[in-house]
């Protein structure tokens, strides 16, 4: 099946630095990539949508200057926490789909600890 | 507007006992539904999608789902569970043939499995 790598697993770093996240989709053409965040005990929430090749487009509420993406080929995207703040410390979860209409496909998603 | 609600938080079973989790929807159109388990710290499995066609849908684990649109549910089933099904599941919904590919996720249902 279709199997989508996310990397690291789980970071913990200092107030004030940046922190790249990475998710690859493994065996297909990830034309579209999506990034949730997940806080305890609660759902996913849509942070962002990413197409190859074109900027991303951000829910409302979410800074495009605070989580930077990057979709620059069809098998990897990235999500930059620019400047992370403890408020930021979540689990941050990737997937990705091929063509329209097809499951999206998740990764393991990244714990990350802002101290 | 477009939701998916989860009633149960939490459901506990016998291991062996038979389950149901339920979801239902609110959606303007034909929607896509989907069920993902979700295990701790990890990203999310797909177990089982509806398109169309037959509304008894087979997932693997030996999960399945109902779609009933008269009362716009998507119920989880599974005949005898086994302990390694404890997790977290989410009920999804997503639009058909179109640009806008977002994935609306219910609560979550956590399932504990009882020796």
């Known amino acids: 099946g279709a199997v989508v790598s996310q990397h690291p697993s789980r970071v913990i770093c200092k107030s004030g630095t940046s922190v790249k996240i990475e998710c690859r989709s493994l065996?297909?053409?990830?034309?579209?990539m999506f990034w949730y965040r997940q806080f305890p005990k609660q759902s996913l929430m849509l942070m962002a949508t990413?197409?190859?090749?074109?900027?991303?487009?951000?829910e409302q509420g979410v800074e495009k200057d605070k989580f930077l993406i990057n979709h620059a080929s069809l098998t990897l995207s990235t999500l930059t926490v620019t400047s992370a703040h403890p408020e930021d410390s979540s689990f941050y979860i990737c997937s990705a789909r091929g063509l329209e209409g097809q499951p999206q496909h998740f990764g393991d998603g990244t714990r990350l600890s802002i101290l | 507007a477009q939701s998916v609600t989860q009633p149960d938080i939490h459901i506990t079973v016998s291991e062996g006992a038979s389950l149901e989790l339920r979801c239902n929807y609110s959606y303007g159109a034909t929607p896509y539904l989907f069920w993902y388990v979700q295990s701790p710290g990890q990203g999310l499995q797909l177990l089982l999608k509806y398109f169309s066609g037959d509304t008894l849908v087979q997932g693997i684990k030996g999960f399945e789902a109902e779609f009933k649109r008269s009362q716009s549910s998507f119920n989880l089933r599974k005949p005898s569970v086994h302990w390694s099904d404890a997790a977290e599941y989410f009920c999804a919904v997503g639009p058909g043939y179109s640009s806008a590919s977002k994935i609306i996720f219910g609560s979550g249902t956590r399932l504990s499995i009882r020796p």
């Open positions: 065996d297909f053409q990830a034309t579209t």
């Open positions: 990413s197409n190859e090749g074109s900027k991303a487009t951000y």
